[in-house]
Nanobody
Framework: VQLQASGGGLVQAGGSLRLSCAASGTMSSINAMGWYREAPGKQRELVATITTRGTTDYADSVKGRSAISKDSVKNMMYLEMNSLKPEDTAIYYC??????????????WGQGTLVTVSS
């Protein structure tokens, strides 16, 4: 399973970005997907998650100005971020928990996409 994250870039404070994550490879099903971020000098933290049923959850720091969504047919996940702040600057990683044909579950991480918010 491979995850390809994209959509990061340099944006001014108050601006918006849409991150994308494409999942490919052999999977029986995707159980959950999520976005995490790692700011310089800080630990990786959860940003938002979405289940197969579409249940979402957000970190308090992005709640109300971010929206996670997915396209199950295309195995894609998105993160729309609005009203960006300099403290949103980080490398954003997508994560997938998938069930393999063997029945076992594994988690996979994408390579990350850099979001830089200038003040």
């Amino acid at each position: 399973v491979q995850l390809q994250a994209s959509g990061g870039g340099l944006v001014q404070a108050g601006g918006s970005l849409r991150l994308s994550c494409a999942a490919s490879g052999t999977m029986s099903s995707i159980n959950a997907m999520g976005w995490y971020r790692e700011a310089p000098g800080k630990q990786r933290e959860l940003v938002a998650t979405i289940t197969t049923r579409g249940t979402t959850d957000y970190a308090d720091s992005v709640k109300g100005r971010s929206a996670i969504s997915k396209d199950s047919v295309k195995n894609m996940m998105y993160l729309e971020m609005n009203s960006l702040k300099p403290e949103d600057t980080a490398i954003y990683y997508c994560k997938v928990i998938a069930t393999m044909p063997s029945g076992r579950q594994f988690q996979y991480w994408g390579q990350g996409t850099l979001v830089t918010v200038s003040s």
